[in-house]
């Protein structure tokens, strides 16, 4: 078992840029999940997908932020026009089952610097 | 909404000593879970211990024992036998069982451990 895997690690841009992070949860893991951890702040919840449907987007934070996971595998979060208010490390957690009270593991994140 | 708090930014102990880190939240659930999560610098978040809300006996893990008041909605992480590799920021989280996953899980803001050796 490899764990979930982010890519990339660190990503700087400036501010009006499209950045796009990929999470490759663990293998056989059904949800997939995204959050936003902001300095000093605990993890913020942002989207979930049950194998490659979207249960849950209310909670992304603009109309510039979007999320797919087509086929089920692996995950993307795209952020659109970038603020400097996006930067963030913006993190990935998979669980086995479809159950909301699974246990999440995380990724190591993916740290976003907007210039 | 379900919100945790971790009313202490920062503990410091002694190595091979043993510190408790609080944890409160407030729900009007009757079901749901509970997890400590640790967090060592730059490094990514693991489960450290986790406990059902109808279970009353408290779960342990090694080292890791959490003090869990469901009627006070307190939860609690003790470290026994502290060891340096325990420095690390430690996050109290919540699930309920109701919303099905729709509202992921409700983190506090952390407390950052520092083991002095």
């Known amino acids: 078992d490899t764990g979930v895997s982010q890519d990339p690690r660190h990503k700087i841009t400036k501010r009006g840029q499209n950045v796009t992070f990929r999470c490759d949860p663990i293998?056989?893991?059904?949800?997939l999940y995204w959050y936003r951890q902001t300095l000093g702040q605990g993890p913020e919840f942002l989207t979930y997908?049950?194998?490659?449907?979207?249960?849950?987007k209310s909670r992304l934070l603009s109309d510039r932020f979007s999320a797919e996971r087509p086929k089920g595998s692996f995950s993307t979060l795209e952020i659109q026009r970038t603020e400097q208010g996006d930067s963030a490390m913006y993190l990935c957690a998979s669980s086995l089952d479809g159950r909301s009270t699974d246990t999440q593991y995380f990724g190591p994140g993916t740290r976003l610097t907007v210039l | 909404a379900q919100t945790v708090t971790q009313s202490q930014p920062e503990m410091s102990v002694q190595e091979a000593e043993t510190v408790t880190l609080s944890c409160t939240y407030d729900t009007s659930e009757s079901d749901y879970y509970l997890f400590w999560y640790k967090q060592p610098p730059s490094r990514q978040m693991i489960l450290v211990i986790r406990q059902e809300a109808y279970k009353q006996q408290n779960a342990t893990e090694n080292r890791f024992s959490v003090n869990f008041q469901k009627a006070a909605k307190s939860f609690s992480l003790k470290i026994s036998d502290s060891q340096l590799g325990d420095a690390a920021m430690y996050f109290c989280?919540?699930?309920?069982?109701?919303?099905?996953?729709?509202?992921?899980?409700?983190f506090g803001k952390g407390t950052h451990l520092i083991i002095q050796p």
């Open positions: 989280a919540y699930v309920g069982q109701a919303g099905g996953g729709a509202d992921g899980l409700t």
């Open positions: 293998s056989e893991h059904n949800r």
């Open positions: 997908f049950q194998n490659e449907a979207q249960l849950e």
